[in-house]
C-alpha cells in the first residue's frame, strides 16, 4: 500500500498515529505525515483500519 494524507482534510486527532504509529506520525505542524512511505505488507490491515476511521478521510492509498 502507499498511504497519502490530504492535508486539507487532516484535523490532527492523531487516530492514524494510535492505530499505525510505524506509517503515521503526528509533527509539530499539527498535522499527520506519512513517514514510511513503502510499508512492508505486514502492516496492511493496519494502514487500512486507519484509512477506515479517519474521521475525515484524509487517508487514502495510492496503490
Ligand atoms: S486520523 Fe485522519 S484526521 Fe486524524 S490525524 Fe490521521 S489523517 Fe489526520
Redesign the pocket.
Given at each position: 500500500m502507499k498511504p497519502k494524507?490530504n492535508e486539507d482534510?487532516?484535523?490532527?486527532?492523531?487516530?492514524?498515529?494510535e492505530i499505525c504509529p510505524e506509517v503515521?506520525e503526528?509533527q509539530d505542524d499539527g498535522?499527520?505525515h506519512v513517514i514510511n512511505e513503502d510499508p512492508s505488507e505486514d502492516l496492511n490491515d493496519k494502514i487500512e483500519e486507519?484509512i477506515e476511521?479517519?474521521?475525515?478521510s484524509?487517508?487514502t492509498n495510492e496503490e
Open positions: 494524507i482534510e487532516c484535523i490532527g486527532d492523531g487516530i492514524c498515529e503515521f503526528l498535522l499527520a486507519a476511521e479517519c474521521p475525515t484524509a487517508i
